[in-house]
């Protein structure tokens, strides 16, 4: 088994097994795995047009019990800091999300012990009724679970239920790390690996828009990040015909500062540029059933984000008026309109708007 045999297999479109995707990662150079995912970018999502979105990323509470070693967002329900987000800041920050051209909330919160899934209803409820344009992109698969053990409904009908409220497409949150090993020792009290993918499943049975991510860098093997991708191509190939699925995968490196990971454990994050790059490439030859992969500009700044558009990625991903998550933990990038349109240009692409589900506002590319 030798690089050049897979890479021609990848250019085919056709499955990587683990140990073909292992060896790709580490065998073959950054220039091999860059032409051919930009070889394969170019059948998925032809032409020249880098896609790009404005949204606001709103937290619904602080209060979480998840205890996760990389996040300093999150607090007990005790804590001075707790909060949770009221109407009236709900209205001014869509007010000015909507003045920026805006028209999609990324709502995500902790697992909160007291708001139960009717709080989410009637949220997402009062949230359509005074805003009945606006997108919700809210939740994740770890909140869907900790509503249904708080509601004993299964995930179908909280699902449903969120639907009917107002939610339009569920985000790939709490991935992390695919892998049971991982999660027992990062995010212990999070969902494990079967109920994060079974909640994606059975959204994609409903046809939701769902998007998947990878935070990596931190304690996982490279083993376990290729059996991530595996595990997210093997889920997208079951939807059922004609289902959206994962509209998007979205690899980020975890972002150390002040976390206990870090503090406690020595954990830093040491996923250089080139090493960014890779993973790009990597994710585009692995996931060959993928349409769209996003560069996190927020994480790896903008010259390595631009590099990514020649490695596989198609997406700049959004200019983030609001992030409060990786943000305390060291990702202080920052773009506006303006800037993510140049960058895009800068790397010889067209800057194109779009929405969550990858649909052009206008046919006016920027």
């Given amino acids: 088994m030798n690089t050049d045999h897979l890479l021609e297999k990848a250019t085919r479109l056709e499955f990587l097994s683990l140990e073909e995707g292992l060896l790709l990662y580490k065998k073959a150079s950054t220039g091999e795995l860059m032409f051919v995912a930009n070889e394969l970018r170019k059948q998925k ?40 987000t009221s109407m009236d800041q709900y209205i001014q920050k869509i007010d000015e999300m909507k003045k920026l051209g805006g028209n999609q909330l990324l709502l995500q919160g902790g697992m ?20 009945p344009n606006i997108k919700l992109h809210a939740l994740g698969p770890p909140e869907i679970v900790h509503l249904s053990r708080l509601s004993g409904s ?18 790939g949150a709490g991935a992390e790390i695919l892998s049971d090993r991982v999660r ?103 996931l060959s059933n993928f349409d769209n ?7 790896v700044g903008k010259e390595t984000a631009q590099l990514c558009l020649h490695a596989g990625a198609n997406d700049f991903g959004s200019i983030m008026i609001e992030e409060n998550v990786v943000s305390t933990a060291g990702a202080n990038y920052k773009f506006d309109a303006n800037g993510i349109q140049n960058a895009i240009r800068e790397a010889g692409f067209i800057a194109q708007q779009r929405n969550q589900e990858y649909e052009y506002p206008d046919e006016n590319a920027i």
């Fill in 45 to 84: 999502v032809p032409g020249n047009k880098v896609t790009w979105m404005i949204d606001r990323n709103v937290n619904i509470t602080n209060v979480c019990i998840s205890g996760c070693k990389f996040c300093n967002f999150h607090c007990s329900p005790k804590s001075k800091r707790a909060y949770i």
């Fill in 112 to 131: 909160h012990p007291d708001l139960g899934l009717d709080y989410y209803i009637s949220l997402f409820s009062e949230l359509k009724k005074v805003y």
């Fill in 154 to 171: 299964d995930y179908a009908t909280v699902l449903n239920k969120l639907r009917e409220a107002g939610l339009d497409s569920l985000p």
């Fill in 184 to 286: 027992q020792l990062v995010s212990k009290y999070k969902c494990n690996t079967s109920e994060w993918l079974d909640v994606m499943k059975t959204a994609h049975q409903m046809n939701m828009t769902t998007s998947a991510t990878m935070m990596f860098g931190h304690i996982e093997t490279d083993e376990e990040r290729i059996n991530h991708l595996v595990l997210l191509r093997n889920l997208q190939s079951k939807k059922p015909a004609g289902s959206k699925g994962f509209l998007a995968f979205i690899p980020w490196p975890f972002q150390d500062e002040g976390t206990v990971l870090r503090k406690r454990l020595g954990v830093m994050n040491k996923v250089t540029g080139e090493e960014y790059i890779r993973t790009i490439a990597i994710s585009r030859i692995m």
């Fill in 293 to 299: 992969i996003q560069a996190s500009w927020l994480t």
